[in-house]
């Protein structure tokens, strides 16, 4: 039976989720709601369905209603995810926040530990790794033809360059030096944590470059980060906010290597290659053959597809907490990670251990 949505904040983000739910069989979208009349009713008759102009009164009316889905941005795309998401956890309701799940840790703790109080599934969208060569690169991690974790390398921005760049306008942006770290570096921490597992370290040397300091421009744009994971394994993330232009492996690269084997996912959705470590690798100079598996796609798009089918198949299914993909604990962590990246900046390049994740009480009835 579909799952019955409503949806809060009818922007971008919150029509290109409506778009995706209406090709969904899973999805039922019920509702939409924004507090820009204009904005829900363009969307009410867009999507054929009802138009709120608060949380409080979508609630009330459409009784039915199993998954709210926050959609709203604010400040660092963020600061307007906690007040909806409160509200609709407390009325006994499921919730996908767009991500970063806040823009403000502590509201991040928050938030995770009400939707554990009120059991009700907090999820987020973290929608990079919910690709085929996110997945045939997890095989290989599964199947043991990785091994032991030796290091991550994470490329992850946007192209540009000085002959591309214009000072921001939106008050979301302007004035707010860590909007790229807060609004962004969440998709490549949570990639990171989905292959590698928990971050333990983070030191970052970040700044940014002549053009934007003569622009008056304050954001902190290119980050340069180095993490130590639990496992003991090493990693490394540059992201930059259309400083330059990415060479290879396009805007988004991830390369993992262990013991046993290598590999690379270009582009996001485009391909995943694997090198197999086989004994008796010489010379140095000499690259064995990959595995080269091409999904011949850069529609980068179907993410936010394969990302909230994934959550609705998690509330339809009711799975238990711990087993709900990108969870609000997954986003959480991230988020730790993130904060630990400005304290580590702030402190001139410090090394910062991010707070650790509370701890997971567990399903009394899973676990009974």
């Known amino acids: 039976m579909a799952v019955k949505i409503g949806i809060v904040g009818m922007n971008g983000i919150g029509n290109n989720h409506a778009a995706c739910y209406k090709e969904d069989d899973l999805a039922d979208v019920v509702g939409v709601c924004d507090i820009v009349k204009e904005r829900a009713d363009a969307a009410s008759e867009k999507f054929g369905v009802k138009a709120y102009y ?37 009325c006994g309701k499921h919730v996908l926040v767009e991500k970063p799940l806040c823009n403000d840790v502590r509201e991040g703790r928050e938030l995770v530990a009400f939707a554990e109080k009120r059991k009700v599934y907090l999820g987020c969208n973290l929608n990079h790794y919910f690709t085929p060569p996110a997945a045939k690169a997890k095989e290989y991690m599964d199947n043991g033809r990785i091994g032991e974790l030796v290091y991550c390398l994470a490329k992850m921005g946007f192209n540009g360059g000085e002959a591309n760049y214009a000072p921001a306008g939106s008050g979301k942006i302007k004035g707010h030096p860590y909007f790229h770290m807060r609004a962004f570096l969440t998709h490549p921490f949570s990639v990171m ?24 421009d304050v954001m902190v744009s290119i980050n340069s980060i180095h993490v130590k994971f639990a496992n003991g394994g090493v990693g490394y993330l540059l992201s930059q906010r259309g400083d330059a232009v990415y060479g ?27 090198w197999e470590a086989k004994k008796g690798i010489a010379p140095i100079s000499v690259q064995p053959e990959p595995e080269v598996t091409d999904y011949g796609t850069g529609d980068f798009g179907r993410t936010f597809n394969y990302r909230l089918r994934a959550f609705l198949e998690d509330v339809d299914n009711k799975v238990s907490f711990d087993q709900l993909r990108a969870s609000g604990r997954d986003a959480l962590a991230v988020l730790e990670y993130v ?5 580590s ?17 567990g399903d009394p009835v899973i676990l009974n």
């Not at 970052?204 to 300091?213: H, Q």
């Not at 904060?339 to 304290?343: D, L, M, T, Y």
């Open 248 to 274: 290879l492996g396009g805007w988004w690269s991830l390369e993992v290597a262990g013991s046993k084997g290598t590999f690379t996912i270009e582009n996001c959705v485009e391909k995943v290659s694997f």
């Open 339 to 343: 904060h630990a990246v400005q304290e």
């Open 345 to 361: 900046y702030e402190r001139g390049g410090e090394v910062v251990r991010p707070q650790p994740l509370p701890p997971f009480h």
């Open 54 to 90: 608060s949380l409080k009164d979508m609630i009330e009316n459409e009784p039915d209603l199993q998954v709210v889905d926050i959609a709203t941005g604010g400040i660092d795309n963020g600061s307007w995810h906690f007040e909806p998401a409160m509200e609709a956890i407390g």
């Open 193 to 216: 944590r989905h292959f590698c597992g928990d971050i333990t370290h983070i030191q970052t040397f970040s700044d940014r470059p002549g053009f934007r300091r003569n622009a008056g």
